[in-house]
Structures are given as C-alpha cells and as structure tokens.
C-alpha cells in the first residue's frame, strides 16, 4: 500500500501544532496535497492585509496623536481639526493595544487536525521558538500601551492646561470694538488700533489685536469683569474698549484702560481712563480729533506700561526707549497723566546707565511739575555727585532735607558728597544721622566706615564694618575693607582672615587679591605678596593698583628694575589719575634708589602737575635738590613738604635738609 508523502510546514509558524490540515490541502480528487494559484494568491493576499494592516493603523495613530499634541503646544490653541485628529489617533492607538493584548490568537492558525505529528528540524523549532518570543513581546508592549496611552493622554492634557497658564511671550493688547454711531465712517476702534500698531512697531514682541466685539456692563457683569476675563482667554496685557455717543451739540466718550497684571510703580489710573464720561464737540468727531485723541492717549498708556515693565527687569535702555517713546505720543496734548512718573523713572534709569546731564534733565523737569518733591532733589543730588559737581548734590540733598526732615536717604547721599570732597568730619556726621533715621541701614555703616579709615581712626573703621556685616553677612567690601583697616592697624594675621573670606564668597575678586598681596608685603612675605599681585592682573589685566602695589612690593626686595617696570605699567593703563601721580611718585622713589637723579626728579615733577599739594613729593625732590646743592629750589621744595605733611618722621626730614641748605 503506497504510503501518503509527508507535508511539512515552512519554518514560521507555531511549532506545537506544525503540520497543517492535510485533508483541507488534499485534492479531493487525486488525494494529492496541491492547491490551485487563485486559492493561493487569495490566501497569501489576506495573510498580508492580516499581518501588517494593524501595524501600519497603529504606527499612522501614534504620529496623528503625537503630531496633535505638538500642534497644540506650539500654537496654544485648541482648534477642532486639532482635537478630533487627537482624539480619533488616541483611540485608535488605544485599540490596537487592545487588540494586541486582549484578541490577537495567531496560534490558532498554527492548530491543525492532522492524525499525525512529522518530525521537525532543528532549524525550523528554533524558528518556532523564535516567532514564539516575538509574540510575547507584542503582547506585552500591548500590555504597557494600555497603561502609557492613558497616562501619556492625561500627561499630555496636563502639561497643555500648564502651558495654557504661562505667561505669552508677547504682550498683547486687546482692543474691543468702540460702540457709537455710524461704526463705519467714524472708525473709532480702526485709528485707535492703526496708531497702537504705528506706536509699538519697533517692539516686535508687543501686538494688537482686534476682540471684534463690543464690551460693556450687563445685568450680571460688569464691563471690567468681562474685559478682564476676555483678556485672560486671550493672554492680553492690556485691554481697551469703550463707547461713544452722539447728541445735537456733543459727543460724549467713555474710555477703559484695563491693565491686567500691572507692573510695579506704575502709578494708579485716573478716572478718565477707567470709564469716566467725557465730552467733545461735534466738529471733532467729524474732523476726527476725537479719535486722534484718544489713539495718541492709548498709546501712551500702552507705552508707559510697558516701560515700567522693562524698569522692573532692569532694562534701562529699554525703559528709556519706551518711555521716550510714550511721550512722543502727547508732546502736543494737554493730557498730562503720569508724566511724573515717566520722567522720574527715565531720568533714574539715565542714572543707572551714568548719563547723568540726561538725568539731571528729567529730574528738573519732575521738580516743574512738583517744585517740593523731595525725592527728586534726592535722585538729582546723585547726578551731580556723579558728575563731581558735589557742591550741587549738597545743595540738592540740603533742599531734599529741608522739604523732608526725616529722610535717610538723603543724608546718606549728601554724606557721599562730603566723602567725595574729602571732607570726612560732615560725611561721618551725615551718615551718623542717616543711621539715627534708619538703623539698619548697611550701607551707611560701610560708608561711615571708609571714612573713619581715611581718618585714620581704625578701630571705628572695623566697628562699623562688622556692623555692616552683621546686616549683610556677604557683603564682600565690607570684608576687604575691613581686613584694609586691620593692615592698617598692623593686625596682618586678622587682615588676611577677613580677605581670605571675601575669596570663598568670591573666588574671582581681583581686588581681594591685590588687598591680601599688600598685607603679605606689609607681614615681609614678598614671594607670597608677588604671587598675589600676579593672580590678581591675571583676573584683571588693568588692574593699575595691583602693578603699582607689586611694584612696591619689588623694590622693597631690592628689584629696582622690576619695580620700575611695573610703575611704568601703571602708568600706562592709568596715565592722568590718581594712580598716575602715586606711580609717578613711587618710580621717581625707585630711581632715587638706583641714584638716578634727573629721572627721580622727572617723576616727582610729573607727580606735582597732577597733584600740585603732594607733600611727600616735594620732600624727596627738595632732597635731591638739596644734594646737588640746588639750594633754592631744595628750600622752595623742602617748605612746600612741610606746610602738607603729617608724618612726623617725615617732617623731622624735612627740617633736618632744610638746616643743610641753609
């Protein structure tokens, strides 16, 4: 009996059940296992469309969803095409994980009632056991996208609904429509909102845009409620809506000016831009100076708010900017609100940026307005103080202090003038009085403090100093003054403590390193002093006094040349200040050392034109003189020194040459 072939099936399908049916495959003529090409074609086709239409629907929901997520994020706006793409890809791909891991049985394709079991290769079990893994792992990523869907879904709402809170990046302005008469030819809303664009053109980030409808009270709400809420819907900084009206004689106008988060010193609005009812004349309705009016007053507000929004981050040259701007829009309109406001704020940023005639300028523009304003005589005394005109800024501290008896800032101010001047006795009294009025003011004892120093009253220097401290516990100046005023008193060890606590604070302070190079110099310990100098020009490359204070530090071991070298430095990055006449005067001292005269006597000279009353100066020179046995010039130089010095030893000097040459 012939014995029936054996049909294995081909590697990739379920190794447990590998045989497929072999009667459904038989003939059912010939008993043999063929079948015919339209049979074959037609299964091959639906186990195509079987295997691979759900991964192509899932990998399609997957960039849908994702795309619509984006979409959202990026415009802000939930528009419906948007929604429903999102929507439709999210249960689609929540589907297809269903499927997966709830309805796929691909074994059962590999089941078949065959009466006999043919032995399997080793090649096609692995490739069973293969598929077997691959199923597996569909199964359980199904599994996980039934649970990432949902909280990638929620995830994603979440993170929109956050992002919808955000603050926009530009500022909007939100301009309702103007209700009145005749819409069309009186163009209220269109010349309000043409001139806000003209005004905020150079402000890419500032826009305008048109509400299209009309906002005013209802029995439930009232206008500002609604304008405020429409404002928040649409991210607006700013909204502005309105009416107008018409009578035989007059055109009465209500104006609201709505500022939703307000920045700060912005001073409050008036009546007239939060409803008040105002009136004009016919003609200028007609003619539209209504209109032209009120767009210029629009804009200014506009423009106002948004400098003080700029001045809160700081931003002085675009606050400056905005507000020039802002009062562009009114130079020829008696609408005057908050202009004091707008040339306070603009002349203290001209003061920030050290532009102090500008300054000094809106200042008095204010004081025109408002002649007993004390702060202004305040703010415009730091201009002048800046400018070195301090017998100004006294006189404006003075009026400030007249008109406000009790204001600290103003003796505080007027104390710097002193100290700018020399004059330490009414500096120190001024600030003792700004600490009387406000004892926490920190300030005041550091500045105090200088001027105890400059006194040469150390030990009050460090008390203020602590004081200072003591309020502001990382006051880094504070610290290197104080370890200045420990050198100064010789105390090198507490010198050095306190300036090694400014470089934790601050690692990079080139002047802490220059302080405690000093110190090191004054303790004898040059190579440390010269290690210190140098990492301080390292930081600061201009650094005159640290070349001046190293220069110092050589020729105290005996390096003439490089002591001169560094003084010539000094000279170079600072050549006509006050470090040029302490340079001029140290190399003119180094080359006295190395006894050349006729340059020690160049630099003492050049020292004297910058600083006519240098004392220690003259000495030296009338020394040299004196030994050259320039008599009269020695004597004119050696009385000179001792009318300006306060040294004694140096004083004992002075007198001893001066009995030489006579």
């Known amino acids: 009996m012939k014995r029936p072939h054996k049909h294995i099936k081909k590697p990739g399908f379920y190794a ?62 939930a528009g419906l095409i948007t929604i429903l793409s999102l929507v439709v890809g999210i249960l689609v791909l929540f589907g297809i994980c269903l499927y997966y891991a709830r309805f796929w049985k691909p074994e059962t394709d590999d089941k078949s009632p065959s009466a006999f079991a043919p032995t399997l290769t080793d090649e096609q079990v692995k490739a069973q056991a293969t598929k077997e893994t691959r199923r597996k792992r569909v199964r359980r990523a199904a599994v996980a996208g039934l649970v990432l869907v949902p909280v990638l879904t929620l995830a994603g709402i979440g993170g929109w609904q956050y992002v919808q809170t955000l603050p926009t990046k530009d500022v909007i302005i939100l301009v309702a429509d103007f209700e009145g008469p005749d819409p069309q030819s009186y163009r209220v809303t269109e010349t309000i909102r043409k001139n806000l664009e003209n005004a905020i053109e150079p402000y890419p980030d500032t826009k305008v845009k048109l509400l299209g409808k009309v906002i005013k009270d209802t029995p439930d709400q009232s206008g500002r409620e609604i304008a405020r809420e429409e404002g928040k819907q649409r991210k607006a900084a700013i909204v502005i809506w309105g ?143 800046h400018k070195k005109d301090y017998d100004k800024g006294i006189a404006d501290c003075t009026q400030a202090i007249k008109l406000k008896p009790d204001f600290a800032d103003a003796y505080y101010n007027r104390g710097n003038a002193y100290t700018a001047k020399e004059d330490y006795g009414k500096a120190i009294a001024d600030y003792t009085q700004a600490l009387k009025l406000k004892s926490d003011y920190a300030d005041a004892y550091y500045n105090r403090g200088l001027n105890y120093r400059y006194k040469g009253d150390y030990d009050r220097a460090i008390a203020d100093y602590t004081q200072a401290l003591k309020l502001n516990p990382n006051a880094t100046d504070a610290y290197n003054n104080r370890g200045n005023a420990y050198d100064d008193k010789g105390d090198y060890d507490q010198a050095i403590a306190d300036l090694n606590q400014v470089l934790k604070l601050e690692p990079d302070d080139a002047l802490a390193y220059s302080n405690r190079g000093n110190t090191y110099s004054h303790k004898g310990d040059y190579e440390r002093a010269i290690i210190d100098f140098n990492q301080a020009i390292k930081l600061k490359p201009d ?99 001792l009318k300006g010095l306060d040294d004694l030893k140096l004083k004992q000097r002075a007198e001893e040459e001066l009995r030489k040459v006579k």
């Open 243 to 385: 009416w107008y009206g018409k009578t035989k004689d007059t055109v009465p106008i209500s104006v609201n000016f709505e500022i939703l988060k307000p920045p700060d010193y912005l001073p409050e609005l008036g009546k007239e831009m939060k409803g008040q009812v105002r009136t004009a004349a016919i003609a200028e309705l007609e003619s539209f100076k209504v209109q032209t009016r009120l767009s210029n007053q629009m804009a200014y507000l506009t423009l106002m708010t948004l400098g003080m929004s700029r001045y809160a981050a700081k931003d002085w040259d675009g606050t400056i900017d905005r507000l020039s701007n802002a009062l562009e829009q009114i130079k020829d309109d008696r609408f005057n609100f908050g202009q004091v406001t707008v040339y306070f704020t603009r002349a203290y940023s001209y003061n920030q940026k050290r532009d102090q005639n500008k300054a000094i300028a809106d200042y008095t523009q204010v004081l025109k307005f408002i002649p007993d304003l004390a702060e202004a005589y305040n703010n415009r005394s730091i201009a002048y103080t």
């Open 543 to 641: 650094f005159a006094k640290a070349y001046i204070k190293r220069g110092v530090t050589y020729r105290n071991k005996g390096d003439h040349n490089q002591a001169i070298a560094d003084f010539t430095q000094a000279l170079k990055l600072k050549p006509d200040n006050a470090d040029a006449t302490d340079a001029y005067y140290l190399r003119g001292y180094a080359h006295s050392d190395k006894q050349d005269y006729d340059k020690a006597i160049a630099d003492f000279t050049q020292a004297l034109k910058l600083k006519p009353d240098y004392a220690k100066a003259n000495l030296w020179r009338g020394v040299i003189y004196s030994q050259r046995g320039e008599k009269q010039k020695a004597m004119d130089d050696l009385n000179a020194a």
């Open 16 to 77: 447990a059940n590998a045989v497929e049916s072999y009667t459904s495959a038989r003939n059912p003529v010939s008993g043999d296992a063929t079948m015919s090409d339209d049979n074959k074609t037609s299964t091959s086709l639906g186990a195509f469309l079987t295997k691979f239409t759900a991964p192509v629907a899932g990998i399609v929901a997957f960039i849908t969803s994702l795309n619509g997520f984006l979409k959202l994020f990026a415009e802000k706006d």
